[in-house]
Each structure stands twice: as C-alpha cells, then as structure tokens.
T-cell receptor
Framework: DVKVTQSSRYLVKRTGEKVFLECVQD?????MFWYRQDPGLGLRLIYF???????EKGDIPEGYSVSREKKERFSLILESASTNQTSMYLC?????????????FGSGTQLSVL | GENVEQHPSTLSVQEGDSAVIKCTYS??????FPWYKQELGKGPQLIID?????GEKKDQRIAVTLNKTAKHFSLHITETQPEDSAVYFC????????????FGKGTRLSVIA
C-alpha cells in the first residue's frame, strides 16, 4: 500500500529554534505538499513542490522554507520557531499536478513551540 | 483564486440517520471536487470525488452531488454508523494545470449511538 511517512508524531521545540519536519513517500510521486491544520481554519497550504529542487509558495509561506533534494523526500523548515507556529503539520503527495489526482497524506506532526 | 466555504462546522446525528455537508466554491474554472475524511490521529483520506461532467456519484452509503450553476456540492451519508465520526473536508480544483486543491475548513461529524 502507498505510504507517506512523517518523521515525528509529536515534537516540542523552544522559541527561536530551527526546526526540521521530514516527510518521505514511497510512491515515486512527483508532487509533494506541506499543509498546516488548525482548529476552525482547516487545511492551509504552506509550500508545495512539483519536482526535485522545485518549490512553490502556498497560501501561508511566511516563516517557513522547504527543501526537496530527492524525489521521495520533502522537508519543511522553520528557520526560527515561534509560538504561533504551534500546529499540526501534514505532508501529502500525489503522482503529478494534473487535477483530479488523489492526494495521499501522512499522519501528521503535532508541533508545540514553547 | 478559488475560495471554498463549508457548512456546518460541526454536526451531530443519531446512529442510522443521514448526514449532509455542504460546500460552495467561487471559481467557475474548478471542475474537480473531492471529499476527504480524517479520523482521529490520522491524515485525511479520499473517500469520494466528482467531476463537473457528472451531477451525482454514489459509493455504498456515501453520495456526492454537484450543482455547477449554483457552484455548490454536497456530501450525503446515509444510515450513519459510529465509525463515520470524523472530520470531513471538501475541496475544489481545476482539472488541469498547476493548481493545488483548495480545502474547506472542515466539518466535525459525531454519530451518537
């Protein structure tokens, strides 16, 4: 079965720390996404990538960056974590950017910034 | 860009009753409308989708309807069961091009036994 794996289920960091959230997919998908999920706000797109070394800003990219050095791995980076970045982070992938393709999600990383 | 509104934000039904979740979208170019279900502790999973050349689609107890003229689509769950309790997200996107899905804010469905 297809799988999107996020490296940590729970993460606690301090304000100002640099934080790396890792995501790996085993489906040879071209496209990968990072979403943030907050109560009452739904799923908001932070960044996405449609190819290795390519990245595009989503709706809320401020305070985040991403890295995609290999096709299967997409990393979300918080350069200097702040308390308002406490949230559930979801990684997803799909085969290509043609609309109508199924998104596969990881189980999420609950990040707490203290 | 696309904007997707979803209602209600929470919904409680008795086991065996039906549940309906409604979404509206703004971009007439959108023609792909999936629904995702997120169970506790898991990521969202696609449960059903519909394309704009179809008005209704069914899969067992789940159905989705689409009204392109009014720009709204709905999820219908019949004979609800406790395992239907979850958060449901609707989404919309053009069926081509480099545009990611835009999600609604989600509906928390509780099925009371």
């Amino acid at each position: 079965d297809v799988k999107v794996t996020q490296s940590s289920r729970y993460l606690v960091k301090r304000t100002g720390e640099k934080v790396f959230l890792e995501c790996v997919q085993d489906m040879d998908h071209e496209n990968m996404f990072w979403y943030r999920q907050d109560p009452g706000l739904g799923l908001r797109l932070i960044y996405f990538s449609y190819d290795v070394k390519m990245k595009e800003k989503g709706d809320i990219p401020e305070g985040y960056s991403v890295s995609r050095e290999k096709k299967e791995r997409f990393s979300l980076i918080l350069e200097s974590a702040s308390t308002n970045q406490t949230s559930m982070y979801l990684c997803a992938s799909k085969r290509n950017m043609i609309g109508g393709e199924k998104l596969f999600f990881g189980s999420g990383t609950q990040l707490s910034v203290l | 860009g696309e904007n997707v509104e979803q209602h209600p934000s929470t919904l409680s039904v008795q086991e065996g009753d039906s549940a309906v979740i409604k979404c509206t979208y703004s971009d007439s170019a959108s023609n792909y409308f999936p629904w995702y279900k997120q169970e506790l502790g898991k990521g969202p999973q696609l449960i059903i989708d519909i394309r704009s050349n179809v008005g209704e689609k069914k899969d067992q107890r789940i159905a989705v309807t689409l009204n392109k003229t009014a720009k709204h689509f709905s999820l219908h769950i019949t004979e609800t069961q406790p395992e239907d309790s979850a958060v449901y997200f609707c989404a919309a996107s053009p069926n081509s091009g480099n545009t990611p899905l835009v999600f609604g804010k989600g509906t928390r469905l509780s099925v009371i036994a």
